[in-house]
């Protein structure tokens, strides 16, 4: 059985928490099961270098770990001088998904940051990320739109995530770390509220895995993606 | 006036959120008024270089701001290699503090981390972090002698912290950030319980302080450091 | 029409050269189309940390681009004191999917390092990368066997990489550079032999992409991968 | 008794060198005991980002020791690719205390870094620094005006400091490096020649400290730092 | 005797590789005996910050080892975030050595890159990648004469450069790695066509050496660079 | 006519100041003309991994300007962390130089660092630093033998380096920085006490330049070493 009795295909609890802060232009404070990760959105008068010139916004992500939200402390950045090379990947993908659904020449050059602070690591956190920042970043724009600083939303698909994997021979959905770490596979999908892909990532850890098996999964998580799309509703 | 009619030597108010995590060996989220700042306490198995050999055991701080703590958004030290120099100021500031009060011999041989994360920054957070981050290190350092890791609690005596300051010439407790981005002094106190002094560190930001100034200010910080440690110590 | 007729299931024409250079382990110089991978492995008597005090060898990657690989200069990471996310990127998808082929217990203890060097980037670097530094993996393992250094060959499957991706509403097979750049979508799958599913990444870069369209990738992808595994077999 | 048959309450010998260098715009080296800190002014024509499009200049100070100035060697902070903490924290002291005497208007626009190298350091070399320092940054704005680079020296106030400390419980002054190794309690103040405070920083290194000896440390405190005052005003 | 019956004063055998690749300017891989080197040159729009203003461009030099370029693996310069100094060192001399012959005001403000870059390293790679460099140099400098960018080819010289060393009391011309290693004296130099002197490096490895040793080595790196500058105009 | 009535081959006037600093192992304080270089020679108990394991012991050094050492003032490498690639070649030209004239062997396993910190410059800083070095070096290992740390001094040979350079078509011996500035040719050279050659580093800054104008060099280099080590026999 697995904790709580969750079924094979049951999301664990999901809330948001908006405004948790005061000083970002929005805020999701999101937690799903024990892993809780703020998301807070600011805007910038500049774009990076490569837009300089252009009429295009930009829209990027920042994702960390606090030193104490894992089971043993992960070290800063910082004192090593370098990212983690698995929170860089994450970041991108953050990134690439909220990048995909917006119209950046409807962001007036702004730049968008949407940092993603994991106060609790329990498994899931980048698509936990990816639900809870496109939910902030919805938001912030609808204050944008309201400060008259855009004309329109720029935000122009509902997306959320999650993970998926098979343990044990057995396709489960949502996985917490104690999952994760005997995970044969790992799958963590980006969808639209409809169901079409945005991001697919998919890692045999243990062992190769069938086209069968990846339908299972994706079955699986085009179900939780519409779920979760309808509980980010109930906050918008 | 002050925000919320607060009078001149009135603290704003205190919350300590114990447990607020569930991985770290003990943690504190410690709010005094909008400032926010999650302490944790890991133990580690190893000692810096320079004990290495001894019985001694060791405290050290991390002090870090969220990316979005600040009303304009903080760039992390990562983005720029190298750590922002007023979070090394701050950290080496807790850390020397904790040490001074606890003994280190007591500690056979662990390594204790307190990391200082703030989630939102309203002035005081420094202090705010020495006050939550010594009670996650008096509630760690318990969880210790129940492990019967160690012997009894080396924390030898109980403090807290509180910033004062000049501004328009009248002497105010524990400012916030727009009343201490207006300060012509700032001074920053760690006491014991019964006022005996750890660490001072005052600054005439916008012109010197008188002998006069500093007595009414180090009388202020003696109340008010009384009274964080008779609150710390309803959650103890 | 694509460059030089080619269909739109077809692969471009692949190259491997076998012992390009005299002194690594093991090394090929893998070239598909224009783009041009040197893949070579290293063997040191080390594991990493967290693998001090086991009996597992390790599998590692690096990737990294040339200056001159691409049309317009790329800077070396030194310039910057930072690996270029992407590459961080790269080299971990290199390093997982070669490990999850890998009986590191059978490694003795040793460490192998697969650097993939691009000397020419057009598109599908990643996957030359996965695709030549098995070979270049399988090769080295070999040859310790033959120095009796380990017992026997510890690769347990033969994989092999390709990109798919959707340009103008159809599906291509191995984009070249041009045709990368303007996809709408971008699919790199690693593969074994016989079309189990090691590691898929997909982006929706312009778009969603529909299930159906993940099917035709899929379905372009295992028969490439099967070619791929019949050339790598030509010259092992 | 202490080394050299010196009174509690008395200074080591103090001797200001003008003109040392020859290249810098002013530069003192200064020496207290054997404590020997060189501190050189340069102006630049520029201020930094947050100044910019102001009418304000900018007064900063670096802080660094030379490898063969104590008596282990100190490590060079390149070695490390970080500043050493200690350096950073004592920059930061240096440089609020010379810009709160400095009225930056004053200095149409320009940069003065003073740069302060420890060439032997056997205690209380931030004070000197302080005190060097100050004296360079007057001698270098004198120039500025004969220059007619300024219309008037923007210094505003004459300032020094001094270390302080209870060895043994009994309060003495300009502690040297193995009065400092012993200290229970370390105290530096920068005052001005009329004993406003400036910056104070007391740490209870050993013990919590009174506020009775605090007040042993402040008066003995103001009368050293009026007799450097006059040291100083002897070779303006 | 020297391996392949290589006489003492003999180059190894010399090849010159012109456009391996297809994206820089120019591009030449040259490769003396098994080492190896691909010299690539890049133009950009832009000069380093002490010539802007003015009207001159500039020509730059960067050298690395592929890490599977020796006989052990050498680690990636950003493994370590600094640049391994002998590469340092190597690439200054590069860049010395191609700017004292080029006319840096005919560049019309363009700065130009040359990569060196070590695919396989036996000996003479710094000598290799100043004698390929400068030929890519001139390559590069043709294409922009007939691009119309630059009115006239803007290298004023030929040169080259070789080393030469004493292993065994002997003088050897274009020491190999084994050599190299057992090599008393190293000198490396680069030379016109006519034998005037561009740079020298001579190193007494393991002992001193004598000025007519030294007449030797330079009288051998003489013949050798003019036979050098006579197979780069081959293929010029 | 050169400053000071300075005869084309004169030396500037030179100074060894031994003992300046109280700490290190030895040190020497070296003047030439302006030009002024504090040499440190400190003892660790160590040696750098490619010894361990052996008997030898290790010698090297570095090489750092203060900021305030030349006309504009030069930022330190921790700014912009990483080391002055110029700084970098030199630091390695003195390590070379003194451990090519030491029985490491001799050293028992110490590591020996000669730290040449600019305390001003005016031309000649790196061969005033070998020139100095070299006798903070042999007086170290002096110091050593009398504390019967090592049984005999390891250092073999007397060196000495100095620069000269072609100026205005005319050979000058020892330029100070206005001549190196204009300088068509610079040599620096380090040989020992009988002109023997240790090592030679030319470079054709403006124009090529002949053996003869080589020759020329050397002789005046020859002559103002051998003056070199006899004012340095006459501190030891």
Same mark, same amino acid.
């Given at each position: 059985?697995?904790?709580?009795?969750?079924?094979?295909?049951?999301?664990?609890?999901?809330?948001?928490?908006?405004?948790?802060?005061?000083?970002?232009?929005?805020?999701?404070?999101?937690?799903?099961?024990?892993?809780?990760?703020?998301?807070?959105?600011?805007?910038?008068?500049?774009?990076?270098?490569?837009?300089?010139?252009?009429?295009?916004?930009?829209?990027?992500?920042?994702?960390?770990?606090?030193?104490?939200?894992?089971? &043993?402390?992960?070290?800063?950045?910082?004192?090593?001088?370098?990212? $983690?090379?698995?929170?860089?990947?994450?970041?991108?993908?953050?990134?690439?998904?909220?990048?995909?659904?917006?119209?950046?020449?409807?962001?007036?050059?702004?730049?968008? &940051?949407?940092?993603?602070?994991?106060?609790? $690591?329990?498994?899931?956190?980048?698509?936990?990320?990816?639900?809870?920042?496109?939910? $902030? %970043?919805?938001?912030?724009?609808? *204050?944008?739109? *309201?400060?008259?600083?855009?004309?329109?939303?720029?935000?122009?698909?509902?997306?959320?995530?999650?993970?998926?994997?098979?343990?044990?021979?057995?396709?489960? %959905?949502?996985?917490?770390?104690?999952?994760?770490?005997?995970?044969?596979?790992?799958?963590?999908?980006?969808?639209?509220?409809?169901?079409?892909?945005?991001? %697919?990532?998919?890692?045999?850890?243990?062992?190769?895995?069938?086209?069968?098996?990846?339908?299972?999964?994706?079955?699986?998580?085009?179900?939780?993606?519409?779920?979760?799309?309808?509980?980010?509703?109930?906050?918008?």
């Amino acid at each position: 059985m697995r904790a709580n009795n969750r079924k094979d295909n049951e999301l664990r609890p999901v809330t948001f928490t908006l405004d948790y802060c005061e000083y970002p232009l929005a805020n999701v404070l999101v937690e799903i099961g024990k892993t809780r990760v703020l998301c807070c959105v600011t805007a910038e008068n500049r774009v990076p270098p490569h837009l300089v010139g252009s009429d295009s916004g930009w829209v990027t992500a920042e994702y960390a770990m606090l030193p104490g939200a894992t089971q &043993t402390r992960t070290p800063r950045d910082i004192s090593r001088l370098r990212i $983690a090379p698995r929170s860089s990947e994450i970041q991108r993908l953050i990134g690439r998904s909220l990048r995909s659904v917006t119209d950046l020449q409807g962001l007036c050059g702004l730049s968008l &940051t949407v940092d993603c602070d994991v106060l609790q $690591a329990d498994g899931g956190t980048r698509t936990a990320s990816i639900t809870g920042g496109w939910l $902030a %970043l919805w938001l912030g724009c609808e *204050k944008l739109v *309201k400060q008259n600083i855009i004309v329109k939303n720029p935000v122009k698909e509902q997306i959320a995530a999650v993970s998926a994997g098979i343990v044990d021979g057995k396709p489960l %959905l949502d996985l917490d770390y104690s999952e994760d770490s005997n995970a044969e596979t790992d799958f963590n999908m980006v969808m639209t509220n409809t169901g079409r892909i945005i991001e %697919l990532q998919g890692t045999g850890e243990k062992r190769p895995f069938t086209r069968d098996e990846l339908t299972s999964l994706l079955d699986m998580g085009t179900k939780a993606i519409a779920e979760l799309c309808r509980l980010q509703r109930e906050v918008m």
